[in-house]
């Protein structure tokens, strides 16, 4: 039987005579023993036959599955879409101060701490044939929770499963599947108590050992998922028996329920070979996902909160045309967009200006340097050096982000974020820098003739690769070619950047910690894609986990993000807002520090 994120291994592929693996995300699936050889199979293909007639896979569009089945010619294997890795009452002024927002939100958050599930107050019961028609931006990669980490995954996943530990609508952590919860042994052992008579949407017992087996699956040395190294000091997960589960830490992490809210961390259905089939664990259930036209959801009526779910039903529209987003919105064929694009900003603010949300959160907007191939520091610090973040964030976004000179954003409890040592020069002094640096560079061959900058298809990225291009054009003499991809291509640069120089970079936090920015750039993380690995930033970053106090770990983490700013394997360019439309029939949004938005907290109004 194979285990999530084992690989199945055949022979030799009669072409190459190279070994082929399949990497199999799903437990508990039979495998044939042996077989002629096994085609390569790309990530992010939905399905492949697996033929002995030559090295080669058939893609074939539909649902995700994962089994196999014999045939005159080979086996079939249908292979899960696997992961790839990167939210208002009133409409917000640009003008209001994001950091201060995004710290009152933040306060709120950490000021709630373990409570009980009894402590939470009731809501209204659910409105009978209610239908909110969401835009989704992208079609998710996976519906698999330990395998997400794009954020089309990601928004549908939060409506089907839930953790032990859950969010309010501010973001605020709150008891989910485990009503109370210990911490023990100096924070390295945390017992949680589930709640009673836990249901998976099909009606069946949802008990601790679902939850262990996720656990202890994902930290696994095979595993693929992609948030696995989150839980690395997690060693072990215990089910005391069906109500009670004991995790067990190499170090105390004082935000262990923050990552037990994680999709990563929801519970494993034993059995399951496709999460378009397995049941849900959270407050919706899955009926229908048509690739390429949308994802149907329906209210679990086995949600240990069940009444207090108001809207029965969800669509998903995946639009990744943001023209197109806003036509279905204004004709009233969605509720909520997953965005705004950049360019109609006036005319929505003059025309819907009670629909439109605006809202920080902790997200950077960068462009990922790959390394391999802008291998001289001094180059990449020119490009950064000459990104004039004023002029993008005022004449190009405008929505009220903030100009980013670091990695880190603003916001976070204790933290000090690092600036660059050119942060406080002036323009005339930057650029003159920026000409040397790049001049010398060129001198030595270091840098291409032309600078290649991917980014995936959308007019909002689209208008801030056009103003990089041109700033770099006007202040380094360098000619910038812009490609643009679908969004299962661009996850794909993003892995493998090839020819890219530049690879556009969106990174929200997880939780709420400096270290869900830290981690990024780390050897070996899987989220590191294009190449970076410094001896000096991961030394940097082990000092802060090994601190014996919370002053000393910030510090830390504050000359962790020095050494990447002076190394620069990112050009930060700005820090993020959420932006969407929202129509006035839908309530209960609020300001969420991780852009957050399930729909479980949202109502019709009246």
């Known amino acids: 039987m194979l285990r999530l994120g084992q690989e199945m291994r055949f022979g030799p592929d009669e072409g190459t005579g190279r070994q082929r693996a399949v990497r199999a995300p799903f437990p508990n699936v039979p495998y044939p023993s042996s077989a002629p050889f096994v085609a390569p199979i790309p990530w992010g293909t939905r399905a492949a036959t697996i033929r002995d007639a030559g090295p080669r896979a058939d893609t074939i569009a539909g649902r995700t599955r994962l089994d196999w089945s014999p045939g005159p010619r080979g086996f079939t294997i249908r292979a899960p879409v696997p992961f790839p890795k990167m939210r208002r009452r009133h409409p917000t002024s640009a003008r209001t101060c994001p950091a201060a927002r995004t710290a009152a939100v933040l306060a709120l958050v950490l000021a709630s701490g373990c409570q009980r599930a009894t402590d939470l107050p009731s809501a209204p019961e659910v409105e009978p044939g209610s239908v909110l028609r969401r835009g989704l931006g992208a079609e998710p990669e996976t519906l698999a929770p330990q395998l997400a980490s794009d954020n089309a995954s990601l928004a549908v996943i939060a409506d089907l499963h839930e953790g032990l ?29 589930l709640r009673p008579d836990l249901r998976w949407s099909n009606g069946k017992p949802l008990t601790a050992a679902h939850f262990a087996e996720a656990l202890s699956t994902i930290r696994a040395p095979a595993s693929v998922a992609p948030m696995g190294d989150l839980f690395e000091p997690v060693i072990a997960a215990d089910a005391l028996d069906p109500r009670t589960l004991r995790l067990t830490l190499s170090r105390a992490l004082p935000h262990l329920p923050a990552l037990l809210a994680l999709p990563a961390a ?24 048509t690739p390429g036209d949308r994802i149907e959801l329906a209210r679990n009526p086995h949600y240990h909160d069940a009444g207090s779910v108001r809207i029965e039903r969800v669509v998903y529209l995946p639009v990744t045309d943001l023209a197109t987003e806003l036509k279905l919105f204004r004709t009233g064929e969605l509720d909520l967009t997953s965005e705004v694009p950049n360019s109609q900003l006036d005319w929505i603010r003059a025309n819907l200006p009670d629909q439109l949300r605006v809202l920080p959160f902790l997200g950077t907007y960068a462009y990922a340097v790959n390394v391999r191939r802008l291998g001289d520091a001094g180059s990449r610090q020119a490009l950064s050096m000459t990104v004039d973040r004023e002029r993008i964030t005022t004449q190009v976004t405008g929505a009220g982000e903030t100009p980013a000179l670091g990695w880190v954003p603003p916001g976070l409890p204790g933290y000090t974020p690092a600036v660059p040592a050119w942060a406080s020069w002036s323009a005339e002094r930057r650029l003159e820098q920026a000409r040397k640096l790049w001049a010398d560079a060129r001198a030595r061959g270091a840098v291409p003739r032309e600078l290649l900058l991917c980014t995936d298809a959308s007019a909002n990225h689209r208008r801030t690769a056009v103003a990089l291009a041109d700033l770099w054009r006007e202040a380094l003499g360098v000619e910038v070619r812009i490609e643009e991809f679908e969004w299962g291509v661009y996850l794909a640069t993003r892995r493998n950047p090839g020819r890219c120089d530049l690879v556009r970079l969106g990174w929200s936090a997880d939780f709420v910690d400096v270290e869900a920015f830290a981690q990024v750039f780390e050897t070996g993380h899987p989220q590191n894609t294009l190449g970076y690995s410094s001896p000096r930033y991961d030394e940097a970053l082990a000092r802060a986990r090994r601190a014996g106090t919370e002053a000393l770990r910030l510090a830390g983490h504050t000359e962790a993000e020095a050494v990447l700013l002076d190394e620069v394997p990112v050009i930060p360019v700005f820090f993020r807002v959420t932006k969407r439309l929202v129509s006035p029939r839908v309530s209960g949004i609020e300001p969420n520090p991780l852009g957050h938005l399930p729909t479980r907290h949202l109502a019709f109004e009246p």
């Not at 952590?173 to 109370?180: I, K, M, Y």
């Not at 519970?267 to 996902?289: N, Q, V």
Request: proline residues 11%; aromatic residues 14%.
């Open 165 to 193: 530990v859950a969010e309010d609508a501010g973001g605020r952590l709150v008891p989910g599947a485990a009503e109370s919860w210990t911490i023990e042994a100096g924070g390295k052992s945390y017992v949680f108590r």
């Open 266 to 289: 929801a519970p494993w259905y034993p059995g399951a070979a496709d999460p378009a089939e397995a049941p849900s664990s959270g407050p919706y259930r899955l009926e229908r996902w």
